[in-house]
């Protein structure tokens, strides 16, 4: 049973452009959550999504950030127009529908804005 | 205001000992706490699960206790190895319906051969 998959692995953007993130959570798990993590910080909440319904997005930036999750297809975490301060490392966690309130969370994307 | 407090310093112990992590808590009431291991530039890998009514849990080499009292949780290494250096990462969840989960800032482990 594969983990969660995250790619790229590493991205670089210089500034202004976008930043295009894919998650594919574990076979069976219906639930998304991105996570970001700053240098020497712990991992923050950004986005928490079932299939094709953000369910809380209390922890997202209000400009140029945006997630989703398409009933076909991985889970996006979109960051337009990037700078210097989105470098950090953005991890997708998920879980199943029921019956556990643990997050799998996969090998992270690390972004560097130049 | 609302903190998560684990100890920021490097914890270095000798092989063989025990190993043990403090996870601090303040304005938060936490459903459950979840204990995470990160490894240099990989994704946490979860370890432990407790919720708030109850005293202690185990597994393996692992054993967590919460003492919502005192809101805090301590997180044990028995018969610890050069393999459990990590940073370690406790992360609150305050209900089942949120699911959004909280960290601390995590603790790092050398275990020393």
């Known amino acids: 049973n594969a983990g969660v998959m995250q790619n790229p692995r590493h991205l670089v953007r210089r500034r202004g452009q976008e930043a295009r993130l894919r998650c594919s959570p574990m076979k069976g798990h219906s639930h998304v959550y991105w996570y970001r993590q700053l240098p020497e910080e712990g991992l923050k909440f950004m986005v928490y999504?079932?299939?094709?319904?953000?369910?809380?997005e209390s922890g997202m930036p209000k400009e140029r950030f945006s997630a989703e999750f398409p009933k076909e297809g991985p889970s996006i975490l979109r960051i337009q127009q990037v700078v210097r301060g989105d470098s950090a490392a953005y991890f997708c966690?998920?879980?199943?529908?029921?019956?556990?309130?643990?997050?799998?969370f996969g090998p992270g994307t690390r972004l560097t804005v130049l | 205001s609302q903190k998560i407090e684990q100890n920021s310093e490097a914890l270095n112990i000798q092989e063989g000992k025990t190993a043990t992590l403090t996870c601090n808590y303040t304005n938060y009431s936490p459903a459950y706490l979840q204990w995470y291991r990160q490894d240099p530039g990989r994704g946490p890998v979860f370890l432990l699960l407790?919720?708030?009514?109850?005293k202690e849990k185990r597994k393996e080499r692992l054993k967590v206790t919460f003492d919502t009292t005192l809101k805090q949780s301590l997180f044990h290494i028995t018969a610890s190895q050069p393999a459990d250096s990590a940073t370690y990462l406790c992360?609150?969840?305050?209900?089942?319906?949120?699911?959004?989960?909280?960290f601390g800032s995590g603790t790092r482990l050398q275990v020393q051969p």
């Open positions: 966690a998920s879980s199943p529908p029921t019956g556990t309130d643990t997050q799998y």
């Open positions: 999504l079932q299939k094709e319904n953000i369910i809380d």
């Open positions: 407790i919720r708030e009514n109850e």
């Open positions: 992360a609150l969840g305050m209900d089942t319906g949120r699911r959004a989960l909280t």
